[in-house]
C-alpha cells in the first residue's frame, strides 16, 4: 500500500538516543529541514525537555531500547514513523581487550546496540514498508571491520556490536529491498560526546550528514556504510 497522503504531511522522523550527543545534533537538523521530529530518550523528562528546546511542535517520548514493549509502544502513540535514526548506543569496554573483557560489559553493549536496534526497527520498518516509503539510518562505527578494515580489538564488545549492526543494515536492505525503504548505516567519524570526551569533532558539525542519510532521494542507494569523509571514527 503506498501512503497517498505522505506527499501532504511532513514526513515524521523517529530518533533514539536523542537527549544529548549526536542524536539530539541530528533531531535538531532534522527539525530544521522540515521534518516532524519524535526526540526519544530513555529518561521522559529529558525526552520532553530537549524537545522542547528543539522547537515547537517537536515531542518526546520515553523509549529505552532494551525494553521489550518499548518501541511498539511508542509506535502505537506516535502514529507512522516515515525516517528512523537508530542512534542510542553505549560504549562500555574501552580499553579491554576480546579475551578477558568481562562478559557482562559485552552483554549490556549487545542489549543496546544489537539488540535495542534491531527491536526499534522491528516496531517501525513494517508500517514504513506497508506505507510505501522509509528511510532508516543505522548509527554505527569505524571500529568495525567493514570493507576489509581491521576490527579494532580495544572495545571488542563495543567493536563486535557495531559489526553486527553492519550485518543487521544489510539484512534489513535486502528484506525491504523495492520497498521504497532505504535502510544505510552511517559511520560518523570521531565526534566530542560524552561517548568520546577528548574528540575535536562536534555533534553539529556532523548531524548533516547523518541528516542527509536520513532523507535520501528515491534513487539513493540502500544496504550501504556511509563514511563522514570529514572525520574517521
Ligand atoms: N562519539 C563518537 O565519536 C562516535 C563514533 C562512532 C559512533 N558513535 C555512535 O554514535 C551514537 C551516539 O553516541 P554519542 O557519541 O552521541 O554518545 P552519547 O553522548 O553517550 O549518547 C548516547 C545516547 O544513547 C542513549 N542510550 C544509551 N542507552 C540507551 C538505551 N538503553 N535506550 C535508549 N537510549 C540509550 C543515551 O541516553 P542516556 O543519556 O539516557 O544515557 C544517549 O542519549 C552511538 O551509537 C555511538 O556508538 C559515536
Known sequence: ????????????????GANRGIGRAVAAELYRRGLRVLVTARDSHLARETAAAIG???EGYALDVTDPSGPKQVAAEAGPVDVLVCNAGVLLDAGTDPLTVPMDLVDQTLQ?????TWRVAQAFVPGMTERGW????????????????????????????KSALNG???????QTAGTGVLVNAVNPGRIRTRMMP????????????VADAATLPDDAPTGGFLTEQRGRG
Open 168 to 174: 543487521l543494515t544489510s539484512m534489513l536492505a535486502a
Open 198 to 209: 577528548t574528540q575535536q569533532r562536534t555533534p553539529d558539525e556532523v548531524a548533516p550528514f
Open 134 to 161: 522509509g528511510r532508516v539510518v543505522i548509527v554505527s562505527s569505524g571500529t568495525t571491520a567493514e570493507f576489509g578494515g581491521r576490527l579494532f580489538p580495544k572495545t571488542p564488545g563495543y567493536s563486535i556490536s
Open 112 to 116: 543496546v546496540n544489537l539488540l535495542g
Open 1 to 16: 500500500m503506498n501512503d497517498q497522503n505522505a506527499a501532504a504531511r511532513p514526513r515524521t522522523a523517529l530518533i533514539t
Open 56 to 58: 515547537p511542535g517537536a
